[in-house]
């Protein structure tokens, strides 16, 4: 394959001038400069490939040549905003309303996931009449000023917390306050929430809505314990408040199991309001809120419309339509069931092996390894988890960390991605794992490995 016409220097160089040291690259140190991305594949400007392990963007895979063929044909004949009538529109509703318990079927298209959660603010406070909203503790609900407010991952390194965010703790039955022996994890840390919004209304507050990720990812990949939505909503909705389920990193197949993850809470729990993005126009700018007739006709009351100019196009909707054809016909929900079942056996047996690996814990294609520095205290192994990470990328796999310590290894790879695939990873990861343990005895010792 022919190099880059610039250098990988060159680029970073006019990259470092002209862009914000806001904008951080993976691998500061020495970053991968990709050209080219082919299913579970991406590729360096040398043609070196990569195992992509972490973009669940590329829902379907990189480039997918029936997304990117929807999206090249429909730009071809017309791509305007929502305003006109149109089937594309229409179709991608109905499709999605196909995949959702009956009771969410109004639809709002937007570009990202940041305003698909800004709208479900809105459409909350409206319905509700009230203003507080309920977070989990390392929440990241996306970049917008008001999701900022809602993201502890975010606003205790700014402005801090303010009077209407309350914040309860995430529901880590590893290393939370509930763990793997309580005997009603579900409960107690329901009951968490049931005291953040008492304390809420002591104080005269009122509860708008509870955002939660279905599966918490900043977090440190956690799995709530089941039954633990469906007590929280109790909770929540006694208040006057409603439930919003974020569903823009987990949805669309990717826990196995179910299309949505939300649903891993019980087949009867249904939440308010869902929003997705990210993966649902496998990297095109594409994102969704699903709510109810009730929730929908209160916004409407106001009598101001929602208009968002590229939200709904015949494009994004043409490209949303092409990747629920790819996720059915190539049925990735019931093979990131079978790759991911198999990644998790893997990684356990790694865990009897290695006692740095203190948690395994996922579903389908989202999978998190928390890696410890004592397996009596669990605390995180910072420096060992991002060593790991730098040499994986060594060996041309490419995972990052994820949780409050940056010591959880995430999986959240295209679902193509493939048992052959789940395979080499573990062994690379393992043969790492195994000189770590013989050339390295501490942090301190860590910090000097090339």
């Known amino acids: 394959m022919a190099t880059d016409p610039r250098g990988k220097a060159a680029t970073l160089a006019l990259r470092r001038r002209l862009l914000s040291n806001s904008c951080r690259l993976f691998f500061p140190e020495d970053p991968i400069k990709i050209v080219r991305g082919q299913g579970q594949y991406m590729y360096d400007e040398q043609g070196a490939e990569y195992i992509d392990c972490i973009n669940n963007v590329a829902h379907v895979g990189h480039c997918h040549p029936l997304v990117v063929q929807a999206a090249h044909e429909q730009n071809q004949v017309l791509n305007t905003n929502s305003r006109y009538l149109h089937d594309n529109i229409v179709d991608y509703a109905q499709r999605l309303s196909e995949t959702l318990p009956e009771k969410l079927c109004v639809f709002y298209f937007l570009n990202s996931g940041s305003e698909a959660n800004d709208l479900a603010l809105r459409l909350a406070r409206q319905y509700t009449g009230h203003w507080d909203v309920v977070v989990l503790d390392h929440a990241y609900h996306g970049h917008l000023s008001s999701l900022i407010d809602i993201s502890p991952y975010k606003f205790r390194d700014l402005d801090g917390q303010k009077e209407w965010v309350h914040v309860a703790p995430l529901p880590d039955t590893y290393r939370g306050p509930y763990r793997e022996d309580h005997p009603n994890p579900a409960v107690a840390y329901a009951s968490e929430v049931k005291r953040v919004v008492s304390s809420a209304q002591e104080k005269g507050r009122k509860i708008a809505a509870f ?4 599966l918490p990812s900043v977090g440190g990949q956690i799995i709530p314990p089941a039954g633990y939505f469906p007590e929280v909503a109790g909770h929540i909705r006694r208040a006057g408040g409603v439930f919003v389920a974020d569903e823009i990193q987990v949805g669309f197949g990717r ?7 939300f649903q891993l809470q019980g087949e ?18 594409v994102a969704c809120v699903a709510t109810t007739h009730a929730v929908a006709r209160a916004f409407e009351a106001t009598g101001v419309e929602y208009f968002n100019t590229f939200g709904g196009s015949p494009v994004s909707c043409a490209v949303g339509l092409a990747v629920l054809d790819v996720l059915e016909k190539e049925q990735l929900q019931a093979h990131a069931a079978s790759v991911g079942s198999l990644l998790m056996e893997l990684l356990g047996q790694q865990k009897a092996k290695h006692p740095i690996l203190g948690d395994i814990r996922g579903v389908g294609l989202f999978i998190g390894v928390d890696l410890i520095k004592d397996e009596a205290t669990r605390m995180p192994a910072t420096e060992e988890a991002d060593y790991v990470v730098s040499r994986l990328k060594e060996n041309y796999i490419l995972l990052s960390t994820d949780g409050p310590g940056r010591n959880v290894l995430k999986f959240k790879p295209p679902m ?19 000189d770590m343990e013989e050339k390295v005895r501490s942090c301190e010792t860590l910090r000097l490995q090339p």
């Open 211 to 214: 955002f939660a990720e279905s």
């Open 416 to 434: 193509c991605f493939s048992l052959d695939n789940a395979r080499h990873v573990v062994a690379k990861l393992d043969a790492i794992l195994t």
């Open 255 to 261: 826990v196995g199991k179910h299309f949505w993850a």
């Open 268 to 285: 009867d729990f249904v939440p308010d309001i869902v929003t997705m993005g990210k993966s649902i126009g496998n990297g095109h700018p």
